[in-house]
């Protein structure tokens, strides 16, 4: 059975601790009375063992499998995470994602004009290689980069929500 103590400073007594230790540990909840105000001397030695900080208070646990132990080497480590994030920015390794989907989108804008520019430009030497009418030649081409391009365009588009249709030109336009 556990050993009950009714006063807060025979629990310090006894833990080797202040008074005003165990008045602030029960203020921010890291200790707490029994149902009927008493305290559970080990439940309060385990509790404060738990949450205390190694480098402040001999009852805390010294291994790293401790609740503050796993949050100080979580915090420590957001932090060197941090710093390198920091450090590749002013090296010039990072971009913000409005830039780089700006940069994406013209580069994606002047491959598209060259190619539909393409036909236009070689359509009279393929004629004249193979005996065929320009125009003719330069509509075909121009149809097969339209359906290239609008391929390309489904494989990146986002997947439509339920109702939404995708507005997306006639491959002849």
Same mark, same amino acid.
Do not use: C, Y
């Given at each position: 059975m556990p050993e009950r103590i009714a006063s807060a400073r025979e629990v310090a007594r006894r833990l080797g601790l202040s008074?005003?230790?165990?008045?602030?540990?029960?203020?921010v909840g890291r200790i707490t009375r029994e149902h009927?105000?008493?305290?559970?001397l080990e439940r309060v030695r385990r509790d404060l063992a738990?949450?205390?900080?190694p480098s402040r208070s001999?009852?805390?646990?010294?291994?790293?499998t401790s609740p503050l132990a796993?949050?100080?080497?979580?915090?420590?480590a957001l932090g060197v995470e941090a710093q390198r994030l920091a450090l590749d920015q002013a090296k010039g390794k990072l971009i913000d994602?409005?830039?780089?989907?700006?940069?994406?989108? &013209?580069?994606?804008? $002047? =491959? %598209?004009?060259?190619?539909?520019n393409w036909p236009a430009r070689v359509s009279g030497q393929i004629a004249a290689e193979i005996?065929?009418?320009?125009?003719?030649?330069?509509?075909?081409?121009?149809?097969?980069?339209?359906?290239?391009?609008?391929?390309?365009?489904?494989?990146?588009?986002?997947?439509?929500? &339920?109702?939404?249709? $995708? =507005? %997306?030109?006639p491959a002849g336009a």
């Open positions: 008074h005003t230790a165990i008045q602030k540990a029960e203020q009927d105000g008493a305290w559970d738990a949450t205390a900080d001999r009852l805390a646990q010294q291994s790293e796993r949050l100080t080497i979580a915090r420590l994602m409005p830039s780089a989907n700006a940069r994406i989108d &013209e580069v994606a804008g $002047a =491959m %598209r004009d060259a190619l539909l005996g065929r009418d320009p125009h003719l030649v330069q509509t075909l081409l121009h149809e097969q980069i339209t359906a290239l391009l609008a391929e390309i365009a489904d494989r990146f588009d986002p997947p439509q929500g &339920e109702g939404e249709v $995708a =507005m %997306r030109p």
